[in-house]
């Protein structure tokens, strides 16, 4: 079982990065990490848009060319763009193994800005994978409330017969 004495006996909600199980309840300075969260994606996303200044100025000073410094800005636009949606779109579902998500890897590295910009956003609103963790954890609940309920009796709960 959980060392955690709230939860209920059943399954066992899954654990998000940063808030372990706190958001099913909302207790363990749940508010407090939602913020420090927030912050820390927010100041990541800034600093990372500094790194690429400072990396767009380097390729002015080597005096690439236009054409160099074009397609470099519009990868790093859409490589973002497109990390930003595939990370929002995972925390209101779950994608199959067989899905395209571990061929989108290196976009999403490349993009790491779009994904850093979407984790702070859905942490404005609630731990990043909240809502379907919580849906699954309430679907298997149900379903273990309903197998226990169609038992004719719990067997451990039986007294010996005399």
């Given amino acids: 079982m959980s060392d955690e004495p709230n939860l209920p006996a059943g399954p066992q909600p899954e654990p998000i990065r940063y808030f372990g ?3 099913l309840n909302h207790d363990g300075h749940y508010g407090l990490r939602r913020a420090a969260v927030a912050a820390g994606s927010l100041i990541t996303a800034v600093a990372a848009a500094l790194v690429l200044r400072f990396a767009y ?4 000073l080597g005096n690439v060319g236009g054409f160099v410094s074009f397609t470099v800005v519009a990868m790093f636009a859409v490589c973002s763009a497109i990390a930003f949606v595939k990370t929002w779109e995972s925390y209101t579902r779950r994608r199959p193994p067989s899905s395209d998500e571990a061929s989108l890897k290196g976009l999403k590295a490349i993009g790491f800005i779009g994904s850093l910009i979407a984790y702070f956003l859905r942490t404005l609103y609630e731990a990043p994978g909240e809502k379907l963790h919580r849906a699954e954890y309430e679907q298997s609940l149900a379903a273990y409330t309903r197998r226990r309920a169609t038992r004719s009796g719990n067997p451990s709960t039986r007294k010996p017969k005399p």
């Fill in 57 to 60: 100025e380097g390729l002015e």
């Fill in 21 to 23: 199980t706190t958001w």
